[in-house]
């Protein structure tokens, strides 16, 4: 078959009509990317000559529609349908599969006329039947589902807004939380819109900041159902309430409330954008792409916007943007604020900000945020939102493209501390450096250029000695974060030693001291896991992380110095001995657990370091003992394991830190974690070494990792999606998949696991991701929908060839569940080799491998019979194979080769004659009389089998 860059490259060699004819042997071999490029080609070029062949047309929409439908694109695959019956109103195939891509899109009304109109144009088609009467109850419920809505939602607003004193505040609520339950479905948000809710909602917005507030929460929470994935409804909000009130509700000091509204705006913006759509069809491309070997020409095209989406997602970000060092914005509310537009800055993520964001004041905005503390700060602040501020910078210049873009972001911040450090005033050059710590934890490379700037040093160390504590506090924590790489600031590190020491000896002040001994551990943990390059002694390590612990262990400390500890301990504990001390340290360990559990940000990734230190759930170079060899002989040093980091350790280690708890406080730190790359793969290492032990698999389930890890496996580094992934693929191969990923998460964990499968993932990674893929599908339609439309079923097929006993395995038997789904089934009886390849591994020497190919079989010959019969007579062994089964030692392979022949021989003569010409037959007589009620199922489908060959009267007597 010629290949589409073939095609492309010969334009003028091929003309429309070729293309169509390439499009079609695309399709038959169900590579519908390609087949749609030719159809679209064979348009093109249709146009381009003039053609007035409206047939031609016609026909090679209605292709395209089938190939946006098996794609699963519904909405794309009703444009050519359309576009197709433009030509022809009366096209069956068109018709029926504008009525297909309606139902998907959930448009039964309109699906159903279509419906009627295929009736009565095709009376005997068999197939519209079933889709007819299915619509025709959905139309039914929904009609009756609608009359009862909309009462619903009129007596619901009636009780909410009541003007007599017959609805108290419980009644308002509970009256409220219902229009809530009523606007996550379509019917219900198309209702309340009607009874003109948005303004009603409005109202509520509009109270005093004193009233209530429960009613506030629950108007938000119905705003962000109605715009969620709605452009219209989005927009009215926007115009009906108008950004600067939504803005407002950021006031409220409430975390739940803040959080609420951060959901409405990102609902206001996918609304408007159709930016989850965008997404969820990116990844899709991403993994059919990275499957495929895809050339460049395959990239995914960034998101397009028409004038009015680009102008109403433009005053969001405005909004957004002047509200970031606002003085009516709460703490939490600010931090809201961050984190949304971190969600949404890059230009991966689709919106691009980044760009807005140097074309405007919001780096301006956000480096006086970022140099603002709790104690000192003229607006609103909290410990976490220096954070959001490094996360949001570090987003910023990974996203830039260009040296100049990078030129502009250093113009902007130098702007900032050229003003600050200018300023008479003291108090704008500390926040100047706490700004500058805010950097240095943030996009380093920009910290380390101001921090390089002449007199920023001596202003440090000038603090640092300052009598005065806030001074002191300000410097240290800048030195500490400025110590970060020593390979880099060689210099910086040598002066700040002495200092951190002075400070930490001779500090009376708790966090002074604390801070200082952060430094001081950062610096000697400089030498990472590596036994035999150590900067400082292990006395001196030890000392410092005892020092840590009675920080951490002392409940009578404050949370903040408590953190100080951990990320300590962050640094520390790559050394083995420590690791040892601290594990079996109990008032430790309990300490760290409850520091987890509490809900603050800015202690995941410390605490995650610490936990994956513990487990050595980092990644650990392998030195092949030839290297190690020529290293020695060119006397390098060679990176040498701790005895004490050894499997028999590190097995005791992980084992008492899931008696501690650790699995709770994990999942804890994940349903903190917003957008930090880092910290999830940090959470995904630790989730795996958990996982990696199936006797944890239970408890981390129980704790609430199933649902926590989906996400981690969706959003993350490319080897924390690895190693979530991984981690699901353990949970789901040893707990029924229903019980470990409920309802939807079911369906959400099909993404990454298909993700895990690739030939450049380790062995262990596939056939863990097969194995689990395995369980789902046995036990969801919905799953196995999934797999289809994620185009995963060619990818898990490929497995079957593979040269790995246990990958050829796995595979057999997730295909033998897969063929359970209609569209997998019907694709074996294509032209291809699927049946052959079934057939012959009837003959394999692996047991395993046998029973799920002829149980694959089996499931086929249930509903094609006569199909699979042709198909299995054409492998010329097909009797010897059968036989090999059919006499296994194995019931189960037996009871599925005699279901299989007795539908066989029911459904064709032909082959029925080949059994009884054969061994087969003899085999088939000694099995129908065999006893014992293990045997039954076999002793009776033998027995179907010998009554379907004297049905074809190839035999007299059946008994």
């Given at each position: 078959?010629?290949?589409?860059?073939?095609?492309?490259?010969a334009g003028d060699i091929m003309d429309h009509t070729q293309y169509k004819a390439q499009g079609n042997e695309y399709f038959k071999s169900g590579n519908f990317e390609e087949a749609i490029v030719c159809y679209t080609k064979a348009l093109?070029?249709?146009?381009?000559?003039?053609?007035?062949?409206?047939?031609?047309?016609?026909?090679?929409?209605?292709?395209?529609?089938?190939?946006?439908?098996?794609?699963?694109?519904?909405?794309?695959?009703?444009?050519?349908?359309?576009?197709?019956?433009?030509?022809?109103?009366?096209?069956?195939?068109?018709?029926?599969?504008?009525?297909?891509?309606?139902?998907?899109?959930?448009?039964?009304?309109?699906?159903?006329?279509?419906?009627?109109?295929?009736?009565?144009?095709?009376?005997?088609?068999?197939?519209?039947?079933?889709?007819?009467?299915?619509?025709?109850?959905?139309?039914?419920?929904?009609?009756?589902?609608?009359?009862?809505?909309?009462?619903?939602?009129?007596?619901?607003?009636?009780?909410?807004?009541?003007?007599?004193?017959?609805?108290?505040?419980?009644?308002?609520?509970?009256?409220?939380?219902?229009?809530?339950?009523?606007?996550?479905?379509?019917?219900?948000?198309?209702?309340?819109?009607?009874?003109?809710?948005?303004?009603?909602?409005?109202?509520?917005?509009?109270?005093?900041?004193?009233?209530?507030?429960?009613?506030?929460?629950?108007?938000?929470?119905?705003?962000?159902?109605?715009?969620?994935?709605?452009?219209?409804?989005a927009i009215e909000v926007i115009n009906a309430i108008g950004l600067n009130r939504l803005v407002a509700q950021f006031r409220f000091a409430d975390r739940e409330l803040c959080n609420a509204v951060s959901g409405l705006f990102q609902s206001l913006v996918n609304g408007i954008t159709n930016l989850q759509q965008f997404k969820d069809d990116k990844a899709k491309h991403e993994i059919q792409k990275e499957r495929s070997g895809a050339p460049s020409r395959s990239r995914f095209q960034p998101l397009k916007l028409d004038d009015e989406q680009s102008a109403f997602v433009d005053e969001i970000f405005g909004s957004l943007v002047k509200a970031i060092n606002s003085n009516k914005v709460s703490a939490n509310g600010r931090d809201n604020i961050l984190e949304l537009i971190i969600r949404n800055v890059t230009s991966s993520d689709g919106l691009n900000w980044t760009r807005k964001f140097l074309e405007t004041d919001g780096a301006a905005r956000l480096m006086e945020v970022a140099g603002m503390v709790p104690e000192r700060a003229a607006i609103q602040v909290n410990t976490n939102t220096r954070m959001h501020c490094s996360v949001l910078m570090s987003k910023i210049w990974d996203d830039t493209m260009t040296d100049q873009q990078r030129d502009k972001i250093r113009t902007l911040t130098d702007e900032y501390f050229v003003e600050q450090f200018s300023d008479k005033s003291f108090d704008s050059k500390l926040d100047a450096v706490v700004a500058l710590s805010s950097l240095l934890q943030g996009p380093t490379e920009l910290g380390n250029s101001i921090l390089g700037r002449a007199g920023v040093m001596d202003m440090l160390l000038a603090l640092a000695e300052s009598k005065d504590v806030t001074h002191q506090l300000i410097a240290v924590e800048a030195l500490v974060h400025a110590t970060s790489k020593k390979d880099k600031c060689v210099s910086i590190v040598n002066t700040a030693i002495p200092i951190l020491k002075q400070m930490y000896k001779e500090s009376p002040n708790d966090h002074i001291k604390a801070r200082a001994l952060v430094g001081m551990c950062k610096i000697s943990s400089s030498s990472g896991t590596d036994a035999a390059d150590k900067t400082i002694s292990d006395e001196s390590q030890l000392a410092l992380s005892r020092s840590c612990r009675r920080f951490l262990a002392n409940s009578s400390k404050d949370l903040d110095l408590r953190k100080w500890a951990v990320e300590g301990l962050a640094y520390l504990t790559l050394d083995a001995e420590i690791k040892e001390e601290l594990v079996t340290d109990l008032d430790s360990i309990k300490a760290l657990i409850e520091i987890a559990k509490v809900g603050d940000q800015t202690v995941i990734y410390p605490a995650a370091s610490v936990f994956v230190n513990l487990m050595n759930a980092y990644d650990k170079p392998e030195i092949m003992p030839e290297m190690k060899q020529l290293a020695e002989y060119a006397k390098q040093k060679v990176p040498e394991e701790h005895p004490k980091d050894k499997e028999e350790y590190l097995k005791k280690r992980?084992?008492?830190?899931?008696?501690?708890?650790?699995?709770?406080?994990?999942?804890?730190?994940?349903?903190?974690?917003?957008?930090?790359?880092?910290?999830?793969?940090?959470?995904?290492?630790?989730?795996?070494?958990?996982?990696?032990?199936?006797?944890?698999?239970?408890?981390?389930?129980?704790?609430?990792?199933?649902?926590?890890?989906?996400?981690?496996?969706?959003?993350?580094?490319?080897?924390?999606?690895?190693?979530?992934?991984?981690?699901?693929?353990?949970?789901?191969?040893?707990?029924?998949?229903?019980?470990?990923?409920?309802?939807?998460?079911?369906?959400?964990?099909?993404?990454?696991?298909?993700?895990?499968?690739?030939?450049?993932?380790?062995a262990l990674q596939n056939f863990e991701a097969l194995l689990a893929l395995t369980n789902i599908t046995s036990v969801s339609e919905s799953a196995r929908r999934k797999i289809l439309t994620e185009k995963g079923v060619p990818e898990i097929e490929s497995y079957m060839i593979d040269d790995h006993e246990m990958l050829k395995r796995a595979a057999t038997e997730c295909i033998c569940n897969l063929v359970l789904n209609e569209e997998v089934a019907e694709s074996h009886f294509k032209e291809n080799d699927k049946v052959k390849l079934l057939t012959l591994y009837c003959g394999d020497e692996d047991p395993a491998v046998q029973i799920a190919a002829c149980g694959a079989l089996a499931i086929l010959s249930s509903d094609y019979a006569d199909k699979l019969a042709v198909k299995i007579m054409k492998v010329a062994s097909w009797k010897d194979l059968l036989l090999q089964v059919l006499v296994s030692e194995n019931v189960g392979v037996r009871h599925r080769a005699t279901h299989l022949l007795a539908n066989l021989m029911e459904s064709n003569c032909e082959l029925s004659q080949g059994v009884v010409s054969s061994q087969l037959f003899e085999v088939l007589l000694a099995l129908s009389k065999v006893e014992g009620e293990e045997h039954s199922a076999v002793r009776k489908c033998s027995q179907s089998a010998l009554e379907a060959a004297a049905k074809h009267k190839l035999v007299k007597h059946v008994g």
């Amino acid at each position: 078959m010629v290949q589409i860059s073939e095609a492309v490259d010969a334009g003028d060699i091929m003309d429309h009509t070729q293309y169509k004819a390439q499009g079609n042997e695309y399709f038959k071999s169900g590579n519908f990317e390609e087949a749609i490029v030719c159809y679209t080609k064979a348009l093109d070029i249709s146009a381009k000559q003039g053609s007035a062949d409206t047939s031609f047309k016609g026909v090679v929409h209605s292709n395209k529609s089938a190939c946006y439908l098996k794609t699963g694109k519904p909405q794309l695959a009703l444009q050519e349908a359309t576009k197709s019956l433009e030509y022809n109103a009366n096209d069956i195939k068109a018709l029926f599969r504008k009525c297909q891509a309606l139902e998907q899109l959930e448009k039964y009304g309109d699906a159903y006329k279509d419906a009627l109109q295929l009736i009565k144009l095709d009376p005997k088609n068999k197939a519209i039947i079933p889709i007819m009467q299915r619509l025709s109850v959905i139309n039914q419920e929904k009609h009756q589902k609608v009359n009862s809505t909309e009462s619903k939602v009129t007596s619901m607003f009636e009780l909410v807004f009541a003007e007599d004193s017959q609805s108290d505040s419980a009644t308002r609520e509970q009256a409220l939380t219902n229009l809530l339950v009523l606007s996550r479905e379509d019917a219900g948000a198309e209702k309340i819109c009607a009874a003109d809710g948005i303004s009603k909602l409005n109202s509520i917005l509009s109270l005093p900041a004193n009233q209530e507030s429960p009613l506030r929460l629950t108007a938000i929470r119905i705003l962000a159902c109605l715009t969620k994935h709605n452009r219209v409804r989005a927009i009215e909000v926007i115009n009906a309430i108008g950004l600067n009130r939504l803005v407002a509700q950021f006031r409220f000091a409430d975390r739940e409330l803040c959080n609420a509204v951060s959901g409405l705006f990102q609902s206001l913006v996918n609304g408007i954008t159709n930016l989850q759509q965008f997404k969820d069809d990116k990844a899709k491309h991403e993994i059919q792409k990275e499957r495929s070997g895809a050339p460049s020409r395959s990239r995914f095209q960034p998101l397009k916007l028409d004038d009015e989406q680009s102008a109403f997602v433009d005053e969001i970000f405005g909004s957004l943007v002047k509200a970031i060092n606002s003085n009516k914005v709460s703490a939490n509310g600010r931090d809201n604020i961050l984190e949304l537009i971190i969600r949404n800055v890059t230009s991966s993520d689709g919106l691009n900000w980044t760009r807005k964001f140097l074309e405007t004041d919001g780096a301006a905005r956000l480096m006086e945020v970022a140099g603002m503390v709790p104690e000192r700060a003229a607006i609103q602040v909290n410990t976490n939102t220096r954070m959001h501020c490094s996360v949001l910078m570090s987003k910023i210049w990974d996203d830039t493209m260009t040296d100049q873009q990078r030129d502009k972001i250093r113009t902007l911040t130098d702007e900032y501390f050229v003003e600050q450090f200018s300023d008479k005033s003291f108090d704008s050059k500390l926040d100047a450096v706490v700004a500058l710590s805010s950097l240095l934890q943030g996009p380093t490379e920009l910290g380390n250029s101001i921090l390089g700037r002449a007199g920023v040093m001596d202003m440090l160390l000038a603090l640092a000695e300052s009598k005065d504590v806030t001074h002191q506090l300000i410097a240290v924590e800048a030195l500490v974060h400025a110590t970060s790489k020593k390979d880099k600031c060689v210099s910086i590190v040598n002066t700040a030693i002495p200092i951190l020491k002075q400070m930490y000896k001779e500090s009376p002040n708790d966090h002074i001291k604390a801070r200082a001994l952060v430094g001081m551990c950062k610096i000697s943990s400089s030498s990472g896991t590596d036994a035999a390059d150590k900067t400082i002694s292990d006395e001196s390590q030890l000392a410092l992380s005892r020092s840590c612990r009675r920080f951490l262990a002392n409940s009578s400390k404050d949370l903040d110095l408590r953190k100080w500890a951990v990320e300590g301990l962050a640094y520390l504990t790559l050394d083995a001995e420590i690791k040892e001390e601290l594990v079996t340290d109990l008032d430790s360990i309990k300490a760290l657990i409850e520091i987890a559990k509490v809900g603050d940000q800015t202690v995941i990734y410390p605490a995650a370091s610490v936990f994956v230190n513990l487990m050595n759930a980092y990644d650990k170079p392998e030195i092949m003992p030839e290297m190690k060899q020529l290293a020695e002989y060119a006397k390098q040093k060679v990176p040498e394991e701790h005895p004490k980091d050894k499997e028999e350790y590190l097995k005791k280690r992980i084992e008492l830190l899931v008696s501690y708890d650790v699995g709770s406080a994990t999942v804890s730190l994940a349903s903190l974690v917003t957008d930090s790359p880092k910290c999830k793969e940090l959470l995904s290492r630790i989730f795996l070494a958990i996982a990696t032990e199936e006797k944890y698999r239970g408890k981390l389930v129980q704790q609430g990792g199933g649902k926590v890890i989906i996400p981690l496996a969706l959003e993350n580094t490319d080897v924390g999606k690895q190693l979530a992934s991984q981690a699901l693929a353990k949970l789901s191969i040893t707990i029924n998949p229903e019980v470990a990923f409920p309802g939807q998460r079911i369906i959400e964990v099909i993404r990454p696991l298909l993700k895990l499968l690739h030939p450049e993932r380790t062995a262990l990674q596939n056939f863990e991701a097969l194995l689990a893929l395995t369980n789902i599908t046995s036990v969801s339609e919905s799953a196995r929908r999934k797999i289809l439309t994620e185009k995963g079923v060619p990818e898990i097929e490929s497995y079957m060839i593979d040269d790995h006993e246990m990958l050829k395995r796995a595979a057999t038997e997730c295909i033998c569940n897969l063929v359970l789904n209609e569209e997998v089934a019907e694709s074996h009886f294509k032209e291809n080799d699927k049946v052959k390849l079934l057939t012959l591994y009837c003959g394999d020497e692996d047991p395993a491998v046998q029973i799920a190919a002829c149980g694959a079989l089996a499931i086929l010959s249930s509903d094609y019979a006569d199909k699979l019969a042709v198909k299995i007579m054409k492998v010329a062994s097909w009797k010897d194979l059968l036989l090999q089964v059919l006499v296994s030692e194995n019931v189960g392979v037996r009871h599925r080769a005699t279901h299989l022949l007795a539908n066989l021989m029911e459904s064709n003569c032909e082959l029925s004659q080949g059994v009884v010409s054969s061994q087969l037959f003899e085999v088939l007589l000694a099995l129908s009389k065999v006893e014992g009620e293990e045997h039954s199922a076999v002793r009776k489908c033998s027995q179907s089998a010998l009554e379907a060959a004297a049905k074809h009267k190839l035999v007299k007597h059946v008994g």
